[in-house]
């Protein structure tokens, strides 16, 4: 006799032939997962090994399944659960004391490897009755990348508080100006003076209704109000507490209408030079661009605003930059009177997101000290900005050092070796061309000039050969040559390499500030401890060639500048060497570490005319940035106390040194927040201080447009990519950015890769000021939607957007269930806080795919939530029926 009772025991039924006996094991009713305790497991250590042999970390042809017939579904999760287990031995090791720098380097380029092929695996793989996307799943998702609207209101910072009735202070004395207002070929320009308002009270609304009136008279629309801006309690840390502090008074603040049609401008009647400086003050080092009005010209006094902290003689303008600003090295000031600075960024805050961990920024300011525009170069991972050059047609060059990919899917010899990189934007902070260069060992630029003729000229230091040049030892210093030329005669501009040299000593070089000046092109670093100055000069194509060399002694400082005035290279920087082989010394070393400022001759030989002046006091004084005018030398750095250490109290100064007689002719000093403020550039502009400081208006045109270009306005580049796969089926369909894509054309781009099973529309956040546009990506109606995943590490798009990758779908969707890795594409093995993250975020994946896994198991209810039948999957309603066939043959 037949024991069919394990058989009938599946299915409730009871053996006609048996009167009981022992239970019996219960079926197997899913194969055994990976990482069950009863299968076979691999160390860590062999699977780092095998990964980084090279072997794919998601393969379906190495996993065995030990129930016959079971869903594809569960091969497929097996193997990505065993790509992520790789990944996360990879990050484990990582994080091991004692690697060497080419084991690190392995393991980092490995992983990106791995989680790119991991992207892809989601992207293409097709499971049943679960979906696994790399992100999260939901119904509306919109870019965090957001374009500011054209704006028709300029509102200035605040310059009154209190009560509306008060007198306002910046109105007092000598006002005047002229508002320009364009309407199509017409320009009108209407003079305001405020000593026409007689007797009246200067007040916030006296004063409006005054400007107004003119502009009324004067027949355009464009007018003038004010602004509320409601008083805000402060919190403020003391040790470890939080301390809450009253409101102040409310404050006023000018606010500009553009009329319909109509280009509003500012013009000063009187002005003086202006100087701006950026520094970082307090603990966290908090970045702020400070704006001065010096001695000379006709701009009424310099006065405090309503929000200046430590003020000091002579400033206009204080604002805090952006947060996420972690770094800024160069500024330089554009032929419209406009600050360039470009700025080290860790984060990008909420409408401009970066990519990785680090990207560099160009970021316009006005004269008011307004942000008008930043451009973000777009890394993928890490990159640092150290020099500015602007030419006099208004491009803007920018030189650094980028860690992995920079142009879409290039990284470099290695993901965790520093290039050097060249960009050069036009005058709308649009990129016109990039080049990186690097050696096989680590290498930056950190200096950039334009030369005649479209040629760029970079500088910086390797660590081994820069292409088609010999290393020399240690660190090398080079200098490149760079000729802008047009892919075709219609087509983009981009720039080919002419030439490269590498110079130097068998020690460390470096190349700290470089000036072109004719023929010539003058640099200056420390090589092997010293102070070397080197003069090349250009052929006709204005590639370089080394004419003369000058050793000005031990350095134990750095350089800060270097420029051609009035028939002399003028050199600056810091030391504590009170004898630097320079010549006649007209102020002699102080102590510590002083600023020294040099005059050299042309050609660098020995003169008689050389100068040499130190300036500083008895403690340590640093000479941050330095800017030549007229046969001055402005120098802005900090000073710190004898005997005081790193973090004691620095002040700040920016002082003006005559050339000749290293006379101080201007010098003033200030604090920041904690006591710590250290200045880190300078930039003059002449004629760019007025009375319109006061009020915080710009000279020169408002409410400039920001580009609507995505490459422009967010850190996506061009041939950044994303995909869109249909939810209901169908192949993944590539989405690339290109370089004149917008919102609206990326809405279309995302609608028909989606086959229409998405609606993506372009929307405006009004809760922020000012309103932006963002695109909102939802399910079209009666479709399933579709699932967005991340282009490949190096070209992914969806960070620079702001998007998650994962699905988009309707609500109660249950045509599968849908699991979300939540595993970011930008992940790294970079430092330590990132193998962390790593670590963390594999684990929460895994875990999730154990979670898909259970759901294809039998379901505690009735129906199954995927399929509506009584059994949990395709594949066991299949094996039930087999059962029931063989139990009614063996019954008959």
Do not use: C
């Amino acid at each position: 006799m037949i024991n069919n009772s394990y058989l009938l025991g599946l299915y409730g039924a009871t053996n006609p032939y048996s009167s009981g006996g022992p239970a019996l094991p219960k079926p197997k009713t899913q194969p055994t997962a990976p990482w069950a305790s009863s299968a076979a497991t691999t160390k860590p250590s062999d699977m780092v090994r095998a990964a980084l042999a090279g072997r794919r970390l998601i393969n379906e042809s190495a996993v065995s399944l030990d129930m016959a017939g079971a869903s594809a579904d569960y091969r497929k999760l097996f193997a990505l659960y065993q790509g992520l287990n790789s990944l996360s031995a990879l990050a484990d090791r990582a994080g091991a004391k004692g690697l060497t720098n080419l084991e690190a380097d392995q393991l980092s380029r490995r992983f990106s490897e791995g989680l790119a092929e991991l992207s892809t695996y989601l992207s293409t793989a097709a499971f049943s009755d679960v979906r696994l996307v790399q992100g999260i799943s939901q119904t509306t998702v919109k870019t965090g990348a957001a374009i500011e609207k054209d704006p028709t209101t300029y509102v200035t910072q605040p310059i009154h508080d209190g009560a509306l009735s008060d007198p306002v202070k910046a109105f007092e004395g000598d006002v005047r100006f002229a508002i320009g207002v364009k309407s199509g070929s017409s320009t009108k320009t209407i003079a305001i003076d405020l000593s026409e308002m007689g007797d009246t009270p200067r007040t916030m609304e006296n004063v409006v209704d005054y400007i107004n009136t003119q502009l009324s008279d004067a027949g355009v629309q464009t007018r003038m109000a004010r602004e509320l801006i409601p008083a805000q309690p402060k919190v403020i840390k003391a040790g470890d507490k939080s301390i809450t502090l009253p409101a102040g008074p409310d404050q006023w603040a000018l606010k500009v209408r553009g009329g319909t049609g109509e280009t509003v401008s500012f013009q000063a009647v009187d002005t003086s030079d202006a100087v701006y400086v950026t520094q970082g003050v307090g603990a966290n080092k908090t970045a702020q661009l400070l704006k001065f009005q010096v001695d000379g010209g006709a701009a009424p006094a310099a006065q405090p605003g309503v929000n200046g902290s430590f003020w000091v003689d002579g400033r206009v303008g204080q604002t805090n930059l952006p947060a996420g600003v972690d770094a800024i090295r160069a500024s330089a000031v554009g032929p419209d009177g406009a600050l360039w600075v470009v700025a080290d960024l860790t984060s990008g805050g909420t409408n401009q997101p970066i990519k990785g961990a680090r990207d560099v920024a160009l970021m316009k300011f006005d004269s008011a000290g307004n942000l008008l525009q930043t451009s973000l170069l777009g890394a993928a991972s890490t990159a640092n900005g150290y020099s500015i050059a602007v030419a006099d047609d208004g491009r803007v060059a920018v030189a650094g050092s980028v860690i992995g990919a920079l142009e879409p899917g290039k990284s470099g010899d290695s993901p965790k070796t520093a290039d050097s990189f060249v960009t050069v934007f036009d005058s709308t902070g649009k990129e016109m061309w990039t080049q990186r260069r690097g050696a096989k060992a680590a290498d930056e630029a950190t200096q950039v000039s334009f030369g005649p003729d479209g040629v760029v000229y970079v500088a910086g230091r390797s660590q081994s050969a820069m292409p088609g040049t010999t290393a020399i030892g240690g660190w090398d210093s080079y200098l490149q040559t760079f000729k802008e030329q047009k892919t075709s005669v219609i087509g983009p501009v981009t720039g080919v390499s002419l030439s490269t040299l590498q110079f130097g000593s068998t020690g460390d070089d470096s190349v700290q500030a470089m000036t072109t000046s004719g023929s010539n092109i003058y640099t200056a670093g420390v090589e092997s401890g010293r102070i070397v100055v080197r003069q090349f000069t250009l052929d006709a194509a204005g590639v370089p060639t080394l004419a003369a060399t000058r050793d000005l002694g031990r350095a134990n400082g750095q350089i800060s500048g270097i420029a051609v005035e009035n028939g002399k290279v003028v050199l600056a920087g810091q030391t504590d060497n009170p004898a630097l082989d320079i010549g006649t010394v007209t102020n002699a070393h102080a102590g510590g570490t002083d600023v020294f400022v040099a005059t050299l001759s042309l050609d660098l030989q020995a003169s008689g005319d050389d100068r040499l002046t130190y300036f500083g006091s008895d403690g340590n004084d640093t000479a941050a940035d330095v800017v030549v005018k007229d046969g001055k030398i402005w120098i802005t750095g900090a000073h710190r106390d004898a005997g005081a250490g790193k973090t004691d109290p620095t002040r700040a100064y920016l002082a003006r040194l005559d050339l000749e007689t290293g006379a101080v002719e201007y010098n003033q000093t200030w604090r920041g927040d904690n006591d710590q403020a250290t200045p880190s550039t300078i930039s003059i502009v002449s004629g760019g201080a007025s009375v319109l400081d006061r009020l915080g208006l710009p000279q020169g045109e408002v409410m400039q447009s920001e580009s609507k270009l995505l490459t422009v306005a967010t850190s996506a580049r061009a041939g950044d990519q994303f995909t869109i796969t249909p939810a209901g089926g169908g192949r993944a369909v590539t989405v690339t950015i290109d370089d004149k894509d917008t919102l609206d054309t990326l809405a279309k781009k995302i609608t028909n890769a989606s086959n229409r099973q998405l609606k993506v529309t372009v929307i405006t956040d009004s809760k922020v000021n000012p309103p932006v546009q963002r695109l909102q990506i939802v399910a079209a109606d009666n479709k399933e939607g579709a699932v967005i995943s991340a282009g490949a590490a190096g070209k992914d798009a969806l960070a620079a957007l702001g998007l998650t990758p994962g699905f988009v779908g309707k609500t109660g969707d249950k045509s599968a269930k849908t699991y979300g890795l939540n595993l970011s594409n930008t992940l790294n093995l970079n430092d330590p806080a990132s193998i962390k993250a790593a670590i963390d975020s594999l684990a929460s994946a895994m875990t999730i795919v154990r979670s898909a896994y259970r759901s294809l198991g039998p379901q505690t209810s009735t129906n199954n939530t995927m399929t509506g039948k009584g059994s949990s999957t395709a594949y066991q309603q299949a094996q039930q029926a087999s059962y029931q066939a063989a139990l009614n043959r063996l019954l008959a």
